[in-house]
């Protein structure tokens, strides 16, 4: 954490650039505090997302995005907070954090859950979903209308990143390693979603 708050501070002093030149991304580490979401062997799926959310604000931050989290610690955020969040400071976009749970330990790779009638989210997804396909597991876009994934105003994404019950998944879940490959992806698919390459 302390490393990547003071890489967004350096950033901040040595870029007097005015902010609104940098788009915004909104990073959404998902659940906290009493809720954990998902638990599997010990793990705790709201403090996975929080760690991967500091590597991707990382790899954003040094590509030249702004970048907020609706988090920083273990504390519990409503879900109409996060899609606010994002919203009142005008977010290019918003990115939240998720790792999946299912009795079914064979189910591996990722799920991107969107409002596909929103188009510009459904853009997204599909930029997202390419992206993660490179990392070597399944990964599909599923259609939600769930109200925090609804934003007029900024294109949302949810992304199921890996499966905490699958024992190739479960590794990588944990794996500093693959939440950079997972930032790397995410950060290109940010990247071709504003024209920035
Ligand atoms: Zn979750």
Redesign the pocket.
Known sequence: MNRFLTALAVFALTNPLAAQERPIIMIDP??GGDDV??EHAGVL?KDLVLRLGFIIGEELVSRGYDVRLTRTGDYAVAWADRRGQAESIGAAMLFML??NGNEDTSLRGAEVRVYQAEPRSSHLASLVEAELKKLGAPAVTVDRDWGFLTSPTVPTVMIETAYMTNPVDGRRAQSPEFYRSVAERLADAADEFLGRE
Do not use: I, Q, R, T
């Open positions: 998902g659940h979401g998902v799926e998720h790792f």
